[in-house]
């Protein structure tokens, strides 16, 4: 099951460029938040300090306070920990070329010392249904190559090597910004029905697709969050003037 | 979709932002800028050119390879084919075989990939994963400049800085600790395989290493991140997304440092002992092919001698042939199955 996530006052640094100034947001539980805001306003920086990827870049560091359900993310938890708990999509497929697609899925797995053959063959089973890609590449799990796959089909193995480690949270970085709309169309379908189990925060930079997957949408603009509201009050009736220039197409 | 049930979003397209200029017709229809055929003659000439640096390359191959079968001649009349593995070295009696050339050349190198690899891969890692931003330039830097040395000045610091310290401390302590296996007992001399060996990986360790540094930076952040994402140590990310992504690069860099080590002379002919022997201790002294070529060539008296000794360096050359192509086998059984091009 999917937890919440309970950001106060953070900030993130690159060297000396502060990227995030003193976001406090609350992402419930069980349901899909979408991060939208123009290129360069911290979307990507923001969920990179969810689960502590932002302070791997040379230089970076983050302030403030991020809970995650009963977990400190910041405070007495290693890095390595958190990163175990909370499934990462980026922006450009990347699955591991040298592998099978039976071993890109159980990755994450083998990495925690998880070497039961049978078990494996179940969860990365279930992952790859989970990410429905299984009926495209169940005859071939372990004769191609993760690399082999088309652009859609990468991503979705990327999502089913987060989904093998039962995270508690999902966060996906502009998903579906390399690929076709039918790629895009089953990925949002995906969301739609993972979100039922996991916690998800989706960055996007298309609105549409915010307003179809999203129950809670946040409005970034140059490191600050402007609005965080339900998506529907969001794109109907927003409270702030930016938000509105935004999704109205005035800049950005 | 689930964008009607949140009632009217105020989304509209981008607006267009000025019309696109209109091109004028009238030019392209009078004097056609490009004309066609025009290009034909200078790439004509370029094909020309790079086909005939084609053919000269292959042309060499084949001249050498012509000059090494018939200078061997006589040599080839007298031992046959078996001249490769006959450990006879007598030029007295005029009896001939290449195989303690062969087997020293071969155990040299392959003593000195052992040592070098690992000692290369490390360097790489550290340099590209680890390295202080400030050091990493001069390490690298210091790193290949040890290629640019030339190996009669190895050589010669093997002889007078390396030998005696393998003599007085690295092969008592090896030959107490180590001795049962065999491959470290008798007189340590200094002098010999081991040396050879050890001389041999310090000049291929750069090669090994640069190549390495390479292909590790050249494996996408996107790799690494995926690794880190899922939990990783930094170990099992270096390991998981960046060694195992870039292990057919690395072997094409260990093939290329093999290569050298296949082919070095100088260095090696001042510790290698020069005795066509073969010895089961890296103790003893041997011999190499292209060493024994080097040293014998300008006392070979007899047509038969010299002629033996154009067939060790045939030999030689076959030695690399067959140990290229068994590593693109090896290049070839990793990178199987694998895109051409992983940049995913
Ligand atoms: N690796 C980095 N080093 C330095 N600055 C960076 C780095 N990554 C992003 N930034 C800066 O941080 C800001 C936020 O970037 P990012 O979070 O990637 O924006 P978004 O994902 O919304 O497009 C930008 O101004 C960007 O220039
Ligand atoms: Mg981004």
Known sequence: MGVGIKVEHLNAWFGKTQALHDISIDVPANHATAVIGPSGCGKSTFVRCLNRMHETVPDARATGKVRMGELDVYNGTAAVQIRRRIGMVFQKANPFPTMSIYDNVAAGLKLNGFHDRQRLDEIVERSLKLSALWDEVKDTLRKKSGASLSGGQQQRLCIARALAVSPEVLLMDEPCSALDPISTGKIEELIFQLKENFTIVIVTHNMQQASRVAEFTGFFLLGKLIEFDKTEKIFTTPSDKRTEDYITGRFG | ?344
């Open chain 2, 1 to 344: 979709m689930a964008n009607q049930a949140l009632g009217a979003p105020r989304l509209t397209g981008p607006q267009p932002v000025a019309k696109p200029e209109v091109v004028s017709s009238s030019r392209a229809e009078t004097a056609p800028l490009i004309k066609a055929g025009d290009s034909r003659i200078p790439d004509g000439i370029f094909h020309g050119a790079v086909l005939s640096c084609g053919v000269c390359v292959l042309g060499l191959v084949g001249v050498i390879v012509y000059q090494l079968v018939t200078k061997s001649a006589l040599s080839w009349h007298a031992f046959g084919w078996k001249f490769f593995f006959r450990s006879e070295w007598d030029p007295v009696n005029e009896q001939f075989g290449a195989w303690p050339f062969v087997y020293g050349t071969l155990v040299s190198s392959l003593l000195a990939l052992v040592l070098a690899v690992p000692l290369a891969v490390g360097v790489a890692v550290f340099i590209t994963e680890m390295c202080p931003r400030w050091l990493k330039g001069s390490l690298a830097f210091t790193t290949e400049l040890l290629a640019a040395i030339p190996s009669v000045i190895y050589g010669l610091w093997a002889i007078f800085v390396m030998v005696p310290l393998l003599r007085e401390y690295v092969e008592p302590f090896l030959a107490r600790y180590l001795g049962w296996t065999g491959l470290f007992e008798g007189t340590p001399y200094g002098i010999g395989m081991l040396a050879a060996g050890i001389i041999l990986a310090i000049m291929v360790v750069p090669i090994v290493s640069s190549i390495t540094r390479e292909v590790m930076t050249a494996v996408p952040q996107q790799q690494r991140e995926a690794v880190l994402a899922l939990g990783a140590t930094r170990w099992e990310m270096i390991r998981t997304g960046v060694l195992r992504n870039a292990r057919a690069g690395i072997l094409g860099g260990v093939i290329l440092g093999l290569g050298r080590a296949l082919g070095e002379t100088m260095a090696v002919t001042m510790v290698i002992g020069n005795r066509p022997e073969i010895a089961r201790s890296l103790f003893a002294p041997g011999y190499t092919m292209a060493s024994v070529i080097a040293n014998e060539f300008s006392e070979a008296t007899s047509d038969t001698y010299l002629s033996a000794l154009v067939e060790v360096g045939l030999a030689l050359f076959l030695v690399t042939i067959i140990v290229n192509i068994l590593a693109q086998l090896l290049v070839w059984s990793v990178t199987r199955g694998m895109p051409r091009r992983s940049n995913a």
